[in-house]
Each structure stands twice: as C-alpha cells, then as structure tokens.
C-alpha cells in the first residue's frame, strides 16, 4: 500500500479520538449548564456522577495517548512546540477576549485578585500556569489547560533527558505521589502570602522555565540536560505545593498519572512496549477510586472516563464513525472555550434561575448549546484551522512533502 493511500486510514485509526474528545466536551458543557439552567438537578447529579471530572478525565487521557506520539513522530521538539502554541493560544486568545466582553457589558465580573495583582495574573495567564501558580482562572474551564502545559514541559524535559519512554514509570510514579503525599502536600505553599510574593515567584517560574527551555532548545549536551531538569524540577515542584483548583493536591498528580498511562497504552498498542508493561497503569485508575473513597460522584466519573477509553481502544479504533462524533471532536477545543461564556449570560439573565419555568430553561439549554455548535464551527473555520495551518507551515522545511503536510494534519491533538 501507498503511502498516499494510508494517510485516510491513518484518519480513520484517529476518528475515536476525536469521537470521545466531543462527547468529553459536552459533558463538561452539561456539568456547567447545571447550575445557571437545572439547579434543582445539579446536587442529585453530581452526588452519583461528576460530568466534569468524567470529561476532562476522556480528554488527559486522550492527551497522553496523543500528544507524545505527535513529539516523537516529528522529532523536534521546536516543531513540537510550534505545533502546541498555534494549537492552543490563538483559541486561548479568543476565549479572555470574549471574558473581557462580558466584564466590560457587566455581564460577569472578575475575581478581585486582578485589581490587587494585575501583572502578576496576567504573567501567569500567558504562560497557561496560572493554576499552578496558585492564580484564580480567568475562565474556570482553564485549569485543565495548566496541567496540560505541565505535560508538555515535563515531555519536554524527558526527551531532552532521553527518557521520553518511560512512560510506565511516569504514570505509576505520579500516582505513588498522590496516594502517599495527597494528605500532607500543601495546596499552595510558593505564592500565597502577599502580591508581592506571587510577583515574585511568578517572574522566578518564568525565568526558570525560559532559560530552562533556551538550553533544551538551542543547548547541547551538558547544558541542554541542565536545561531540562531545570523546566523538569520547577515543574514538579508546583505540582507538589502550588495547585489552585482542584483543592486536593493528589488530584493534580492523579491527572499527571493518567496522562503518562494515557502513553503507556499508546505505546503498547504501536507495540513499543508490551501490553504485559502497560497493565501496570490500571493501577492509576485504582488509586484514583482509593483517593475519592468519600466521593462517590468523583469514582463513577473517573471509572466511566477509564472504561470509555478502554472501550474506544477495544471497539472503536478501527472503525467508521458517525460524522457528526468526529466534528465535535474537531471542534472540542472552542466548545469547551466557549461555553462558559455563554452560561455566564444566561446566569445574568436569568439570576434566579428557579422561578424560570423548567420548559423554558430546557429550551434555554437547547438553544444554548446550538448556538455554542455554531460559535464553535466558526472559530474552527476562521481562527483554529488557519492557526495550525500557519503553525505546520512554519515547521514544514523545504523538503516537506505534500504526504507529511498530510499526516501532521491528522494529529490533531
């Protein structure tokens, strides 16, 4: 077979993920609707089931099956984060301009931390560690995007290092931190303690991190190994002490876990390691229902998220999908960017949301999200696609054929 005729079947192979990235991201729009549209149901709901942790479990866990294979598959680390950035910031951008809206037309406010610390929050906004840097998220949706960039960093720092493939070991050594540190990390120990010390560690975290990453980048030998346990160090060392959200410290780690496990079945399925190796990670989930023994809603969700998983693994992989599954994957980032937005107008419209007549709030929440697929398709069409087009075109050199422009296109991830 040609190398042309395995690119749609390549497509294909992929078409899962995006199935279970959209049915993530309507999950964490449903666990969001409840409050500003079904408040009588939210409590019941997430007492048995969280739909938001359930959701942005799906997307680490897709985010560690993909995002290392994309590193790996390229091989540069420069393409890798040329690749990321057009990914992630130009939508990012989008998402704070439409908050900047709704504060301005008073139809939200900000948390007040921003009038005290404004260059500090907004220092820790563009690096996307704001979480990590103990930072009320401008938009409560973009937590998860802090552990993200953690992920990326410490991928980074591997390659650099050479230890890319130990994904196993990442994935069992987080959730050992979690379950024997969870009760004695503190959540924020570096910058809780005035805006001059949040200042302070953000610029140091900053610079860590820059010069950590020049060294990995433009380094050799000595300084880039240097270089990457530096970004490594500092990156762990937030996720040790500095979390904003969630409250309890062994979750970060348990979602730094899952998105190594994420690797480790990614490469036991290229046969890169055995599947033998990476059953160990079904620990992950284990500790993870350990850990939220007393939240029932939190086990349902992390189990439904694995067992979805592992069923889009077992059955999907190699199958036709429905279309509309694989256009909501496509364009999973803007609605999880932007539906916020929208809930945020409908909670002040409609402030109290319980004399609203439960007809009209569940036609509130059908139009909401038809007009949140609409938004969505359009900032796909007009900001995301051309922002990773332009960002393969960078990374593309002169002798990139038209069969790998191809095949970056299909990671998507």
């Not at 059953?279 to 939220?292: G, K, N």
């Not at 189990?303 to 998983?309: D, E, M, P, Q, V």
């Not at 696609?385 to 393969?392: D, E, V, Y």
């Amino acid at each position: 077979m040609s190398t042309v005729e395995m690119i749609p079947q390549q497509t294909r192979r992929l078409d899962w993920l995006d199935a279970l990235r959209g049915v993530a991201a309507l999950a964490v729009v449903f666990e969001h609707a409840l409050k500003p549209l079904l408040p009588e149901a939210r409590f019941p709901v997430k007492a048995v089931f969280e739909p938001g942790w359930y959701g942005v479990m799906v997307f680490f866990l897709v985010s560690g099956y993909i995002v290392p294979a994309s590193l790996e598959r390229r091989g540069s680390l420069r393409a890798f984060w040329v690749s990321r950035f057009f990914r992630l910031y130009p939508m990012y951008a989008v998402c704070v301009a439409g908050m900047a809206l709704l504060v301005m037309a008073g139809w939200d406010a900000l948390d007040g931390r921003w009038n005290s610390r404004p260059v500090s929050l907004t220092l820790g906004h563009l690096t996307m560690l704001q979480n990590l840097l103990y930072m009320p998220n401008l938009v409560n949706v973009l937590w998860t995007l802090s552990y993200e960039m953690a992920f990326y960093l410490l991928l980074t720092a591997m390659f650099a290092l050479g230890v890319n493939r130990w994904s196993t070991t990442g994935a069992l050594g987080s959730a050992a931190v979690a379950v024997v540190g969870g009760a004695c990390l503190p959540v924020a120990l570096l910058s809780v303690g005035g805006q001059g010390r949040m200042l302070t560690v953000t610029l140091v975290v900053i610079a860590l991190v820059a010069a950590g990453m020049v060294a990995v980048l433009r380094g050799s030998g000595a300084s880039r190994r240097a270089g990457a346990i530096v970004v490594g160090v500092t990156v762990l060392v937030l996720l040790a002490v500095n979390q904003q959200y969630p409250a309890a410290p062994w979750q970060g780690w348990m979602i730094l876990a899952t998105m190594f496990a994420g690797t480790a079945l990614y490469r036991a399925e290229q046969g890169e390691t055995s599947w033998k190796n990476a059953a160990w990670v079904a620990l992950v989930p284990l500790c993870a229902l350990w850990l939220a023994r007393d939240e029932l809603g939190l086990q349902t969700a992390v189990a439904a998220a694995w067992l979805t998983f592992a069923a889009g693994m077992a059955v999907l992989r190699h199958r036709r999908l429905p279309r509309a599954l694989t256009w909501l994957g496509l364009v999973s980032y803007s609605i999880y960017l932007l539906h916020p937005l929208l809930l945020e107008s409908v909670e002040w419209f409609w402030p109290e949301p319980l004399a609203v007549p439960a007809g009209l709030r569940l036609l509130a929440l059908a139009g909401v999200v038809g007009l949140l697929l609409g938004l969505s398709a359009l900032t796909w069409r007009l900001v995301e696609a051309p922002a990773q087009r332009l960002g393969r075109r960078l990374v593309s050199g002169p002798g990139h054929t038209d069969t790998a422009r191809a095949a970056d296109a299909v990671v998507r991830g």
